[in-house]
């Protein structure tokens, strides 16, 4: 039991290798490994979960190393919360993985799989180190595999990807000079150590630069208006699956790293009265939640427009911080898994769609709710909960948000988080009123066609599900210029592999949305605990 | 007053929650798809009718299901005020069931199962509401129904449709936002959310944050009530089917609003702390404004729907100003008036429906002599107009006399004036109704040829249900005892007369 | 005093001035490549300021040698050492990624000037 921490990482990177090496012989037993290592990182992560509850944190040390020489792993409520929405989010979008791959990058899935699970090694080792340099490695790996999976998209995303490996290089670069200048003013690395030594260094230069430093670089690595540059892009020309996968957990962990720093390594004290980051972190938190819902407003790519409500969203997590009281911080973090459901299952039905029609303009959406009855409910689910309908999960971390800026006495948040649901009320209906409505005559074939360039008519239908997963050769250059996708295949409702993982989403987006107080009593509560006092 | 565990309020919420699920997958086979309707209203209004007896002895049915917030449950109770529209609008359930029928098929419309399905989902969201222990439930089931409702204003699929059911929602959505926002701000402020006769709220939260509250809460329910200059949404939302626009935009949606109203005077704020704000003044004045101003505008109207609507906007006025008067005879007018409109107005809505479905008339001036076509729907109109009016032995006027004896209370001359005046005006918009289609004649009405018995059967317990009302305002499911009960929740007082 | 702030402190001021440099490069320059050389620059200075914080005058190697002892103040601190071979292997990595990227870029739009390909993805979608 008390190798849980480290149990979980060490299952997704030895998945990642098996992978790779089962994808180079078969396809299909890669895809095996993978499923079955993420299904096991899941059910240990579930163990976490249930143990943390009952039995209180688990504290694992490397090579029965103690620190602060050894690496230290730490389960406690707040990381086993984090690493159970990611082996959650991972799971379903390894079920929905192949079938999406197959269509959207053909001839690549057998990098895809390694991929996945080197991501959700990173992620969940950043969850589960206790150590801040170790944080800093784990970063790094998920952001690597992230790359991966993102470049594959279209033909633009390379350009986006890369604009994300800058600013994600130089935000690694500040939080490891950030540790840097921690270690060199006190001596460890230690998570713990470094919370029990820094109080006496409060005032010390270094100690300040460090937080800044380290709060800047993950803020960058979680899109934290204005650093939010990168993302739009990358998340819009990705592959479905890459998308639905890293844009529900990725910057979300960074907002944890945030979380954790702001919490257990420098006290909440420092944070919010010497060196007041969260109150900055509010404030820019604010503007993003505005800037992303109008710029969300704009778009009629639906892929676009979820990739600015993530800024937006991702914003309601940092305002959490930004209030800093026990239900601010609640609001946020119940927002990361809130938004972990809904942002995943909105990018998986965008997936979905385009399998199915060819389609991403949300104008050229009448018709859908009749085509794909299962995957319009489910898509109908998570876009009244970005809203705030009760009682589906995204009403909770809002109202939660709403309880901590009346406890803050901060009307302007209070408004902002008014204001923000009304405008997302307007891109989401809107979406809502066209899949619902009857297509006019042609409408639903023809763009379907004209979406898809000729080049992907020629180049794709190339690679048949039986030949071998092209490891050698890579795809051809005509593939590339359409992103490899094939035209739309035909059928109503979405494929059973991929309607699974939208369904379970959906249905769990209304069970959280029920039951969030079991979330918020067991496992949030005792996280916030140190800022009630 | 005795607490009891029952999970007959739950039930009550559920049954047609779960009609709806098996409506939407029997959507092939369409009579099996309306037993479901009609079973599911049956059994709601068996639930609901089962608690009573109970509630008028003085028991009150609670039943906690989940937490939704640390300290507040998702929490079902059942007292007089709750016991009272939940009763109307289940019982009104039952016939706009069959008149559905009637009517849908009629037309042939399509998206029968969609409206179905929605249909049941905002009953239960509409029992949810009434059944409400807390203002997070309340304001959970109120979100719901909105939500809900916006399917059947698009029903149509036109153009028109859609841009009404946007607008629609921009009014809904700020309307439950402003509810969410307060109820965080009274969670914070009172700790507790839980519903009390005679209000938890206090003075010592301080002026500012219970002005706030009470705008923000008036913000959102003055939306659903029509109060102007909020109701700009009701009469276009009449483009959705007729039978939507009976029950749902002239019972359970709108008074919907008006019970959030109720809920907010007599159960979050208490009578005496809103006198002494000054805050139920300024409700009461928006109140007598929208009364005239709307009965007005439904003079100008031609299209019949249209008239009917703003006739609904003034008459939930006069619910909310008996409300926002503060005075136990006015409350229980206002009570008693959300009953007796229910019936007339329902009644006036299912007599439009029948007849656009069965002559295609829409407006005011080609019903001349349709009365002899179809004399059974225009009597009833008959009933239902001259009810709205004000006239005695038909629900309407038992209403309007407490309302008016509450305003004479309240030591308001003027809101007495008001209501006379808009009960002049009532008469002068819907009675010409009637004499032009008995009195006048014109070309094309074939002597004797009336609606379907699915419409015409609703329509005549409809109006009996008026007059029924009127003459005996306890004799039907004790409505007056249990508006009493309600108003001696709120105020205190019992009232040694009885019914008139 | 204002002598030993600038003297005595020399190696900060060198590293803080490879960081601007690198920053620079990744933001002023309009070429991805040099973006790339730029990030190169930024992460060496990180790695310089890691091991010039582990250095010790007189220091030496951090294997144990008889003649110095047990002394700590004998070696130079391994831990940043490890930790910056840990960071270049990370850093190389990026860099190769980096570098796999402006291959497929250049392959599909035939440069490497960030306004080019900006404008050829404006107008061909």
Redesign the interface.
């Known amino acids: 039991m008390n190798q849980i921490p480290v149990l979980i990482p060490a299952i997704l990177l030895f998945t990642s290798f098996a992978a790779f090496f089962g994808g180079m012989i078969r396809l299909r037993w890669g895809y095996a490994a993978t499923l079955l290592g993420v299904a096991a990182s899941f059910l240990v992560s579930m163990a976490g979960v249930a143990h943390v509850i009952a039995n209180g944190e688990i504290r694992y040390h490397l090579g029965g190393w103690a620190p602060p020489v050894g690496i230290e792993w730490v389960l406690d409520p707040l990381s086993a919360f984090m690493v159970a929405i990611v082996t959650t989010i991972g799971l379903l979008v390894v079920v929905y993985l192949p079938r999406s791959a197959r269509f959207e990058i053909p001839g690549k899935e057998a990098f895809a799989y390694p991929s996945v699970a080197l991501l959700l090694a990173g992620l969940t080792g950043m969850c589960l180190t206790g150590d801040v340099f170790n944080l800093y490695v784990f970063l790094e790996i998920a952001a690597l595999a992230a790359y991966a999976l993102l470049a594959v998209g279209d033909r633009r995303a390379p350009v986006a990807v890369f604009r994300y490996l800058v600013f994600g290089a130089v935000g690694g670069g500040f939080y490891l000079l950030g540790v840097g200048f921690l270690y060199f003013s006190a001596g460890t690395l230690n998570m713990a150590d470094l919370a029990e030594r820094l109080p006496e260094l409060y005032q010390s230069r270094a100690v300040i630069a460090a937080a800044v430093l380290m709060v800047t670089g993950l803020g960058l690595k979680m899109a934290l208006f204005p650093m939010h540059l990168w993302l739009p892009d990358v998340y819009n020309f990705a592959p479905s699956a890459s998308a639905g996968l890293i844009a529900p957990i990725m910057t979300k962990v960074s907002a944890y790293a945030i979380i954790r720093l702001f919490l257990d390594v420098f006290h909440p004290v420092f944070l919010i009265e010497i060196l007041p980051v969260t109150a900055f972190i509010g404030w820019l938190a604010a503007g993003g939640i505005l800037f992303g819902s109008v710029m969300a407003m704009a778009q009629t790519d639906l892929r676009r427009m979820l990739a600015y409500s993530s800024v937006g969203q991702i914003s309601y997590i940092a305002l959490g911080i930004g209030l800093a009281n026990p239900f601010g911080l609640i609001g946020g973090l119940l927002h990361m898994l809130n938004h972990a459901l809904m942002k995943g299952v909105l990018f998986l039905i965008g997936g979905a769609i385009r399998l199915r029609t060819g389609l991403v303009e949300v104008p050229e959406f009448a018709g859908l709710g009749r085509k794909m009855p299962w995957t319009m409910a489910s898509f109908t689910i998570a876009a009244l909960a970005m809203v705030g309908i009760p009682p589906t999960a995204g009403f909770f971390s809002k109202y939660y948000l709403l309880l901590g800026s009346v406890d803050a006495g901060n009307w302007i948040f209070f408004a902002i988080i008014i204001v923000s649901s009304l405008l997302s009320a307007v891109y989401f209906f809107r979406v809502i009123e066209m899949i619902y409505r009857e297509p006019e005559e042609g409408v639903i074939s023809e763009p379907a066609v004209a979406a898809v360039p000729a080049g992907a008519m020629a180049g794709g239908g190339g690679h048949g599900d039986s030949l071998p997963p092209g490891l050698g050769g890579g795809p051809r250059h005509d593939d590339r210029r359409s992103g490899g996708a094939r035209p739309p295949e035909e059928g109503g409702e979405a494929p059973g592999t991929m309607l699974l993982p939208i369904l379970v989403l959906a249905v769990l987006i209304l069970l959280v949305g029920i039951f969030n107080v079991l979330i918020v009593d067991r496992l949030l509560e005792p996280v916030v605990a140190p800022l009630s006092g | 007053m005795e607490t009891l565990l029952d999970l007959r309020p739950l039930f009550a919420i559920l049954v047609s929650a779960v009609a709806a699920v098996a409506i939407a997958f029997t959507g092939r086979n369409p009579n099996l798809r309306e037993t479901w309707s009609v079973l599911a209203a049956v059994t709601k209004f068996a639930l609901v009718a089962s608690l009573l007896p109970g509630v008028l002895a003085g028991e009150r049915y609670e039943v906690d299901l989940v937490q939704l917030a640390p300290g507040i449950e998702l929490g079902l109770r059942v007292d007089p005020a709750g016991l009272l529209f939940a009763l109307s609008a289940s019982f009104l359930w039952i016939l706009t069931c069959f008149y559905s029928i009637g009517y849908m098929r009629g037309l042939d419309e399509g998206k029968q199962t969609r409206f179905y399905a929605m249909l049941a989902s905002c009953l239960s969201a509409t029992i949810g509401l009434c059944f409400s222990a807390n203002v997070l439930t309340f304001v959970i089931f109120y979100e719901i129904l909105s939500v809900a409702t916006y399917p059947l204003v698009t029903h149509a699929g036109s153009e028109k449709a859609y841009r009404i059911g946007r607008q629609y929602l921009v009014y809904a959505i700020t309307a439950g936002i402003a509810l969410v926002a307060g109820t965080a701000l009274i969670h914070q402020t009172a700790g507790t959310l839980d519903f009390q006769a005679g209000g938890f709220l206090d003075a010592g939260a301080g002026t500012g944050v219970l002005w706030t509250i009470f705008l923000l809460f008036m913000l959102g329910f003055g939306v659903k009530a029509g109060v102007m200059p909020l109701h700009s949404w009701l009469p276009n939302a009449m483009i959705a089917p007729t039978p939507v626009s009976a029950l749902l935009h002239a019972v359970a949606v709108v008074k919907a609003g008006v019970f959030g109203f109720v809920r907010l005077v007599g159960f979050i704020f208490g009578p005496e702390l809103l006198g002494d704000m000054g805050a139920a003044a300024l409700l009461a004045a928006f109140a007598a404004a929208t009364i005239l101003i709307a009965s007005c505008i439904a003079l100008t109207k031609d299209d019949l729907k249209a008239r009917l609507a703003y006739s609904t906007v003034g008459h939930l006025s006069y619910i909310v100003l008996g409300v926002a008067l503060l005075v136990p005879h006015a409350l229980l007018g206002a009570a008693l008036h959300m009953v007796t409109h229910a019936a007339m107005k329902i009644t006036l809505f299912f007599c439009a429906g029948a007849i656009y479905v069965h002559t295609g008339k829409k407006k005011v001036s080609e019903l001349d002599g349709i009365g002899r076509q179809m004399p059974f729907t225009l009597a009833a109109f008959g009933v239902g107009a001259v009810g709205l009016a004000g006239v005695p032995l038909i629900g309407g006027f038992v209403s309007k006399w407490y309302l008016a004896a509450g305003s004479v209370d309240a030591g308001g001359l003027f809101f007495l004036g008001v209501l006379l005046l808009s009960g002049l005006l009532n008469a002068a918009y819907l009675v010409p109704i009637v004499t032009r289609a008995f009195f006048r004649t014109s070309e094309g009405h074939p002597a004797f040829n009336e609606a379907s018995l699915f419409m015409v059967v609703p329509i005549g317990i409809t109006a009996a249900l008026s007059i029924l009302l009127g003459i005996h305002p306890d004799g039907l499911f004790r409505f007056f005892s249990v508006a009493e009960a309600m108003v001696a929740g709120i105020t205190g007082t019992t009232f040694a007369g009885g019914a008139p | 005093m204002t002598v030993d702030l600038f003297i005595g402190r020399y190696p900060y001021y060198l590293v803080a001035l490879l960081?601007i440099i690198g920053?620079y490069g990744?933001t002023r320059k309009r070429n991805?490549l040099k973006?790339v050389i730029g990030?190169t620059i930024?992460?060496t200075s990180?790695y310089l300021?890691?091991i010039q914080?582990a250095t010790k005058i007189g220091g030496t190697i951090p294997i144990f040698d008889p003649e110095r002892g047990l002394d700590p103040a004998q070696y130079l601190n391994p831990?940043?050492q490890v930790?910056i071979l840990?960071?270049i292997v990370?850093g190389v990595?990026?860099t190769g990624?980096?570098l796999s990227?402006?291959l497929?870029?250049y392959?599909?739009?035939g440069s490497l000037d960030e306004d080019t390909?900006?404008r050829k993805?404006r107008e061909d979608?």
Request: glycine share 4%; no cysteine; net charge positive.
């Open positions: 960081l920053l990744i991805m973006k990030m930024f992460q990180i300021f890691f914080g831990l940043p930790m840990t960071a990370v990595a990026i990624v980096a990227l402006l497929l870029i392959r599909e739009y390909v900006l993805m979608p």
